[in-house]
């Protein structure tokens, strides 16, 4: 172990080392060619070159150098490492909000997440996140314990000025502080009496709140006091399809939210 450490370690210390390692893992290349890649001087890279070499990681073939198989093996596992220390950067200072136990996939896949937290003169950021994607939507899931009225809204507007589809699955204390607000009641029920509009409710409760805006998976994340902390959304295809099997067994879990259930 010590020994791959090491090598870790020389890797770790050049970033230039790690870029010519990659650029012949894809394809060979002159040595003038990875000058101009990487903007290293010719010493540098003669000194990186024969690093490599004395590695057997690659090897010179006439004028051009390319990765041998051991330097593939070596530039897709740096590569994977890297993209995971990013995705980890990036979700460093959310991750103790993320519903891990409900999310059946691997975190790698939020490495192009993009997250948004609250700050000094946007608090509400990440609930403006998805009011914002929800109305640059056509067809939208939710399954949540939460539904404020900025969601509300962007969800009336969805079915009632365009074609948009809008299905939701909510706990029920998350629906009964709409209906108990006369204004915010009467604008539930314009959304249960569109046609593009379905919400049923859970009895036993979402843990989780998730939006679904066509394409897009968003996730607010609240801390155990249920103040919210950020949001993270994701177009990654895995995310995708997690989000659409759980909202799936929530809404077969649910039952119809009609007009006439709403107290006047």
């Keep these: 172990m010590d020994e791959a450490l090491s090598e870790i370690e020389f890797l770790a210390l050049s970033a230039n080392r790690v870029e010519v ?56 596992g740096v590569t994977d490492l890297l993209d995971i220390l990013e995705t980890e950067r990036e979700l460093r200072d959310v991750v103790e909000y993320l519903p891990t136990h409900a999310m059946d996939f691997d975190l790698g896949r939020l490495a192009n997440a993009t997250v948004t937290t609250p ?19 056509s ?21 009632t000025d365009g074609d948009g589809t809008f299905r ?4 029920r204390s998350a629906i009964a502080p709409l209906a108990d607000d006369p204004g915010l ?17 859970r009895d036993e409760g979402v843990p989780v709140a998730v939006t679904v805006a066509d394409d897009v998976v968003h996730l607010l994340l609240r801390d155990e006091n249920g103040v919210l902390q ?27 939210l009609e007009p006439e259930d709403l107290p006047e």
């Design 139 to 159: 067809e939208v899931w939710v399954f949540s314990h939460a539904f404020n009225d900025q969601s509300l809204g962007a969800a009336e507007d969805l079915v």
């Design 21 to 76: 390692l990659q650029l012949l893992a894809e394809r060979r290349h002159t040595r003038d060619e990875l000058a101009a890649a990487t903007g290293a001087s010719q010493a540098t890279l003669g000194r990186i070159l024969g690093d490599l070499d004395e590695r057997s990681w690659i090897r010179r073939d006439g004028s051009e150098y390319v990765a041998t198989a051991t330097g593939r093996l070596v530039a897709s």
């Design 185 to 201: 009641r009467e604008r539930l029920a314009s959304l249960l009496d569109a046609e593009g509009a379905a919400i049923r409710i």
């Design 230 to 256: 950020a949001s993270v959304d994701t177009d990654d295809a895995a995310v995708r399809s997690w989000a659409g099997e759980a909202f799936d067994h929530y809404w077969r879990t649910a039952t119809p």
């Design 119 to 137: 700050t000094g003169t946007r608090p509400n950021a990440p609930v403006q996140r998805v009011v914002d994607l929800i109305g640059s939507s």
């Design 168 to 171: 939701g699955v909510f706990s």
